[in-house]
Each structure stands twice: as C-alpha cells, then as structure tokens.
C-alpha cells in the first residue's frame, strides 16, 4: 500500500536540498515545475515519503562565459527557447525547445525536470498490462503489443520504451555536460550518458545518483550557429510526442562539411546520438547522395517490432530531410 501523505519542504540553498535528499533516501522526490512529476503522483506511480520542492534554489541562471554557455536546471523551457545567447550560439536547442508539448507546458517546464520526465509507453500508464519500468520484473507487455510508438534502436527484451524528450535530442547533439551536486560534492557527466539504455534495469532512467540533485547543464562553443535543423514527425503538428525526430547540425565552410552532428528522438530509451553518421559525413560537400549514405549507416542497425515496421524507413527518410534542410538554411 503506498503512502497516502508525505512531508513537504522547500530549502533555501542547495546543501540544504542536498542534506534532505541525502536523509530522504530512495522515498525523496524532487518538485520543479512538476509537469512530469504531479501526474507521476496523482496516479501513485511516484509515492514519495519526502518531496523536496527546489524552486527557491538559485539555479535559474543562463550565462556565457569562456564561449561555454552555462543553463541553470531551474531554467523554464520557454525562457530558455526564447533567450538571445540561445538562439545566437546555439540554435539547434531553441528549435528543439519550441517543437516540445505545448506553451503552457513549455512555460511551466524546467531544464532539469525535461531530462528527469519519465516514457510515455502506454503500458508504463495501464496497470492492468506488464510493465519491467513500473515492476520490475513484471514483463514488458508493449513487445508482443501495440508498440508503433516504441524503440528501433538500443532496446532490450526487458523494455523497448522511449525517451520522450525533444529537447535532449538537441543536447545530446551538441556535446552538452551535466552538472550534479551530491553527498560526495560537485561532479559532471556528458550529456549522452545521463541516460540510460534499459538493459536489465528498465526501472532506472538515467544515471543520477543517490541524493544527487541536476543544478546546470554546460555547452561548449561550437560552430553551428547557421546551418542546423530540427525535424519532428509527428502524428500531429500541436502537442504530440515524436514518431520520430532529428537534430541536424552542420559546419559548413566552402562547401565542404568540416563537421556534423546528428541525433534522434522518439527511437531508443535515449536521446540516439549518430556518431558513425557523423564521421561519414566530414569532408564531404553536403549533398543529396551523401545525405543518403550517412542515412543508411545511421538506421543500418534499427529493428523494427509488428508495429513499427515502417519506423526504419521513417527514420531514414527524416534523417535526410533535417540534413538537406540544415544545409539549405
């Protein structure tokens, strides 16, 4: 039976957070803007003994320094969509904000509560069906069910779930760093290894420790500040997760790709970074049939469950498109 009531605090500096997420243990929540967090609650998937609300935290701050753009983990989504250093150095992240949920959402969203969301695979939500991420080992009802919406790349025979995220997507393109402070101080992790595949533990999202608390995510200078393109596609144009999506970024300088970087979203238990895309890539002159063969290394190693067959080909065909609109800008 889980807990009817919890205790409800709101620290004024982070040791504070960090010493009641420390004594809360594995019963302690942390409370942002709550979007993710409340419906968690309000259905007992989430059943805290403690919620710890961070609001008060200064943690708010967007900043450049050193040409590393620094984005506190209490930055609403919308404000940081919005925000010249953003859209200057980093437009890939913008176009990725504004293409998640709604913007009431996006007003409410934070950085650090986007990267804690929870998959929305309907057999997480119906507790009449299996689900390995809400029971472990329960089973994964989604592999022998209707599983259009789940995974092609990175899954596992315990969870073939995905990470719903667009503005990951964007972050983990750009070489993003997290920050998180902890019992033990301060420590950083790229970007693309705060998350986890599901492997034999489906349960456990990302790689966040005990007590920890996210308090900034960092990005280097880069150089794709122009020819750079988010592409979701979706069942429909307002308010829908990703079938699948892409975050295209090009240096382009004589015609020639100096460098790429490309990752999706709505395919894996995690943002799907492209690395062998990536490398196919550089040198080349961004054209058509090179687009088309960094598509091919990119997908080459998608399965597809009986509902998702066209998931692949999908994939495919939208990395090319954020390519050649990426190119064109």
């Known amino acids: 039976m889980y807990p009817s009531r919890f205790r409800y605090e709101a620290p004024r500096s982070i040791d504070e957070a960090i010493e009641l997420l420390r004594d809360g ?16 609650l309000k259905l007992r998937f989430a059943a805290p003994e403690l919620l710890v609300d961070i609001n ?18 209490l930055v609403l989504n919308s404000d940081l969509a919005a925000h010249d250093l953003v859209k200057t150095h980093h437009p890939l992240l913008a176009q990725a904000l504004l293409a998640g949920a709604s913007q009431q959402l996006r007003n409410m969203a934070t950085v650090g509560g986007n990267m804690m969301q929870r998959t929305r695979c309907t057999y997480f939500y119906d507790t009449t069906m299996p689900c390995n991420k809400r029971t472990p080992d329960s089973g994964c009802g989604a592999i022998g069910g209707i599983n259009r919406m789940h995974a092609i790349f990175g899954a596992s025979d315990n969870c073939i779930a995905v990470h719903p995220s667009d503005m990951c997507v964007a972050l983990a393109a750009l070489d993003a760093t997290v920050t998180v402070t902890g019992p033990k101080g301060n420590r950083r992790m790229p970007f693309t290894d705060f998350h986890r595949l599901p492997g034999n533990t489906p349960q456990l999202d990302n790689n966040l420790g005990k007590g920890e608390l996210i308090t900034a995510v960092e990005i280097p200078a880069n150089h794709f500040t122009k020819n750079v393109y988010y592409l979701k596609v979706r069942d429909r144009a307002s308010y829908a997760f990703a079938l699948v999506s892409v975050a295209a970024a090009l240096d382009i300088r ?3 790709i100096h460098e790429a970087r490309l990752a999706m979203g709505g395919v894996a238990h995690k943002p799907w970074r492209l690395p062998d895309a990536e490398k196919s890539l550089a ?27 066209f998931k692949p080909a999908l994939a495919l065909n939208s990395i090319q498109t954020a390519l050649q609109k990426a190119a064109s800008v």
């Open 283 to 309: 040198g080349k002159t961004p054209t058509a049939e090179n687009f088309r063969i960094a598509a091919g290394v990119a997908t080459q190693s998608a399965k597809a469950y009986k509902h998702n067959m």
């Open 254 to 256: 004589d015609g020639v």
């Open 56 to 73: 008060r935290l200064p943690l708010k701050d967007i900043q450049l320094s050193e040409g590393i753009l620094h984005i506190g983990a």
């Open 25 to 40: 243990g594995g019963e302690a929540k942390v409370l942002a803007g709550g979007q993710s967090l409340v419906p968690l």
